[in-house]
């Protein structure tokens, strides 16, 4: 069998590269993995900018404790984790490390560090854990309301030009 991954980010493709594909690498599957780019380049398999990504939210604290209680690992960490510097921890205790004024920040090129900060659960993530899904406009809003109407939990979808860039 043959699994092809596209992530948004090089966060996303380390993810893959370093926890994902040694996971399956027992099993009969081959995993491969593109990073979908925004930007116009000769092997892009994506150009559209942000406006068609669709953000997942949920409770921190309702998600870990999810986790938890499954057996899946879960982390955040001060920067992207794809990079060759970060710090993570498992504890909520520790979400003081956190640079929380750079993760707020609208003008974010002097807090590049702090701004990619993430937080990350292994495996699988339950759809009914999702409290809200942020759009950037009222097309994309009205295509996931559609999209939703089959499924038993519904999220809110509200346009958020404020997550975006």
């Known amino acids: 069998m043959r699994l092809n991954i596209i992530v948004e980010g090089q966060t996303e493709e380390a993810f893959v590269n370093r926890t994902l594909k040694p996971h399956l690498g027992s099993l009969p599957v081959g995993v491969s993995v593109?990073?979908?780019t925004t930007r116009k380049t000769r092997e892009k398999i994506y150009c559209g900018g942000q406006r068609p990504i669709v953000h997942l939210e949920a409770d921190l604290r309702e998600t870990t404790a999810w986790a938890d209680s499954n057996g899946q690992r879960w982390a955040f960490t001060d920067s992207n984790a794809g990079s060759p510097l970060f710090n993570d921890w498992s504890d909520l205790a520790d979400l003081e490390n956190i640079d929380w004024p750079a993760v707020q920040a609208w003008y974010?090129?002097?807090?590049k560090h702090g701004k990619q900060a993430e937080f990350?659960?292994?495996q699988r993530f339950p759809w009914n854990l999702v409290q809200r899904v942020g759009v950037f406009s009222r097309q994309v809003q009205d295509h996931v309301a559609r999209s939703l109407l089959a499924s038993t939990h519904r999220p809110p979808v509200q346009v958020r030009t404020n997550w975006y860039y």
């Open 120 to 122: 990350l659960i292994e």
């Open 34 to 36: 593109r990073v979908a």
């Open 108 to 111: 974010w090129q002097e807090h």
